[in-house]
C-alpha cells in the first residue's frame, strides 16, 4: 500500500525532496545497493532528477520493504513531516480509485477489500 501512496505523489515527492540523507538511509537498511548509492550520486546536481532516479530505482525493486523503509527515512527528516502527513492522509478507496482505472473508458471499477477489522487490501468480495 506504501508503494501506491508513494506512486499517487510522485510529482510531490521529486519538486519537494532532496534524496540525499534518504539515499544514506536507504542504503544504510540494505534497500540500495553500493552501486545504486553510486549511480545516484552522480545526478547529485539535479535533485530532482536524483530523487526521480530513487524512486523509479524503488519502483523497480523486488525487496519487500523498499517502501517502508523508505517511509521511515521519510520520517526521521523532520523538515518532511508534512510529507509523512501526506501519506497517512491518503485512503485506501483514493489509492484503489487510481489504480483500477479502465484505461479506455476511463470508468472507475471499484473493488471491496474486506480484512478481520479494517479496510484493507486482501480477499476481493465484491466488484461492483
Not at 506504501?2 to 534524496?19: A, C
Request: charged share 25%; hydrophobic share 45%; aromatic share 8%.
Amino acid at each position: 500500500m506504501l508503494k501506491l501512496k508513494f506512486r499517487r505523489l510522485h510529482s510531490t515527492i521529486v519538486n519537494s525532496v532532496n534524496p540525499a540523507s534518504i539515499m544514506d538511509f536507504l542504503f544504510q537498511e540494505a534497500v540500495i545497493s553500493h552501486d545504486d548509492i553510486s549511480a545516484l550520486r552522480r545526478s547529485k546536481d539535479d535533485p530532482k532528477q536524483q530523487c526521480r532516479d530513487l524512486l523509479n530505482l524503488l519502483h523497480a525493486s523486488e525487496n519487500p520493504q523498499a517502501f517502508v523503509q523508505l517511509y521511515l527515512a521519510v520520517k526521521e527528516e523532520p523538515h518532511l513531516q508534512w510529507l509523512i502527513e501526506r501519506i497517512d492522509d491518503l485512503s485506501v478507496i483514493d489509492l484503489l480509485q487510481q489504480l483500477y482505472v479502465s484505461e479506455p473508458t476511463g470508468e472507475f471499477v471499484y473493488c471491496i477489500f474486506k480484512a478481520q477489522s479494517s479496510l484493507k487490501v486482501g480477499k476481493i468480495l465484491t466488484v461492483i
